[in-house]
């Protein structure tokens, strides 16, 4: 195969990984927050609950949990698992297994601010959803950003494990075409890929964390 037609299709497959890398991000950081929310409610039951659910999500590999979703409903329910269904069940694998870490990082960021903000908001006629949208949330985004980021470069590269599943994202395709021509080739050009995407999303954090720190 000519390296051009090489490139060719490994491009193609990364476009596919950059899609389900864009859209597990879409998912999983709001959705991460309303379950750091769950986590930290009064309520026990509901408390443990998301517990439960966040101990399952990191507990357990992203593989397995691909796997579950995907063939869940057919086993369950013997609903038809073809078509879209495929990238559908990868997405929310990935959403549901992000949004799990995402949660705690969020946690740690709300627990970490002084009682004094929330008792100086209130001072000044804030309700809590002022509170939280208005002082607390910008100070958290600025304070769990580094650890954000560890968590967006590692998802570059879990966009592999969508291979479970049979979808052409690069890897598979690296690996088809390494198989059909007997060449080591087309996983060199996977990393290559896979360092410069991750790259580009380091350097995009970090300009954005130095965009937060106004204070320096």
Do not use: W
Request: no cysteine; glycine share 8%.
């Amino acid at each position: 195969m000519e390296f051009s037609v090489m490139l060719g299709q490994l491009a193609e497959g990364m476009v596919k990984s950059i899609g389900i890398f864009a859209l597990t991000l879409l998912f999983s950081l709001p959705l991460g927050l309303l379950v750091s929310f769950g986590r930290m409610a009064k309520n026990r039951v509901i408390s443990t609950v998301f517990k439960i659910y966040i101990s399952i999500m990191r507990g357990t590999p992203l593989m397995l949990q691909l796997l579950v979703v995907f063939y869940g409903p057919f086993y369950l329910f013997g609903a038809n698992i073809g078509g879209m269904y495929r990238f559908i069940a990868i997405i929310l694998g990935f959403s549901l297994n992000y949004a799990a870490y995402f949660a705690e990082i969020y946690r740690s960021g709300i627990e970490s601010m002084p009682r004094g903000q929330y008792e100086a908001a209130k001072v000044l006629g804030y309700n809590g959803r002022q509170t939280f949208l208005k002082i607390i949330l910008p100070q958290v985004i600025k304070r769990i950003l580094p650890a954000v980021t560890n968590e967006v470069i590692t998802l570059v590269k879990d966009t592999s494990l969508a291979f479970a599943l049979a979808y052409m994202e690069m890897f598979t395709v690296a690996k088809q075409i390494a198989a059909a021509n007997t060449t080591f080739m087309p996983f060199v050009v996977a990393g290559v890929f896979y360092y410069v995407f991750n790259l580009l999303v380091a350097v995009v954090m970090e300009a954005i964390e130095k965009k937060l720190n106004y204070y320096h």
